[in-house]
């Protein structure tokens, strides 16, 4: 069998990331039509959301704690769980939003602004960060600790603002759920 070289790798988890973010705009334009009825617990979904945004920040600050502590192992551990949590975090967030509307902000003047300039960086990096994360992984899984060590300089501060305004834009529109 024919081993994967970066180039290769690099495609796929482009197409990858553009699959995701493809799924997540149809899901939040509501272009398919998801049924009317629905299980309770997919209210309390948002919720789960910020709680497992919140945790992956904690893990991502420890991991990078434990890999200059040369903790590898535990660096390592970290990141899986984080990469984990961030999966389970994007499947709950694809299954919320096919049932339920797009909930809109409702606060206004400065708040309004920050809300948005929030949000709408948080979006654009959420949909940039998966390729990079990929990589960091691949490069690590690899050995490739040069390429890896160059890219997770992006990688983590991008990622970690995304799930720390993940945070935040939950707090913000949390007072808006109609439920």
Not at 106 to 118: A, C, F, R, W
Not at 120 to 133: G, M, R, Y
Not at 159 to 178: A, H, K, N
């Amino acid at each position: 069998m024919k081993k994967i070289n970066d180039k290769v790798f690099f495609r796929i988890a482009l197409v990858i990331s553009i699959v995701v973010f493809i799924l997540v705009i149809i899901l939040n334009r509501r272009i398919l039509n998801p049924p009317t009825e629905f299980p309770d617990f997919i209210y309390n979904l948002p919720k789960l959301h910020a709680s497992i945004n919140g945790i992956c920040s904690v893990l991502l600050l420890i991991s990078l704690q434990a890999i200059r502590s040369r903790k590898i192992q535990l660096h390592k551990i970290l990141n899986i769980t984080t990469f984990a949590l961030s999966a389970i975090f994007l499947i709950s967030y694809v299954i919320y939003h096919f049932f339920v509307p797009e909930t809109t902000f409702g606060g206004s003047g400065i708040l309004q602004y920050v809300y948005y300039t929030i949000l709408i960086t948080h979006i654009i990096l959420a949909a940039c960060v998966l390729p990079l994360i990929l990589l960091s992984f691949w490069y690590a899984l690899n050995n490739n600790l040069i390429k890896h060590k160059k890219i997770v300089r992006y990688t983590f501060p991008i990622w970690l603002y995304v799930t720390t305004t993940g945070v935040l834009v939950y707090l913000m529109i949390q007072p808006y759920y109609t439920f």
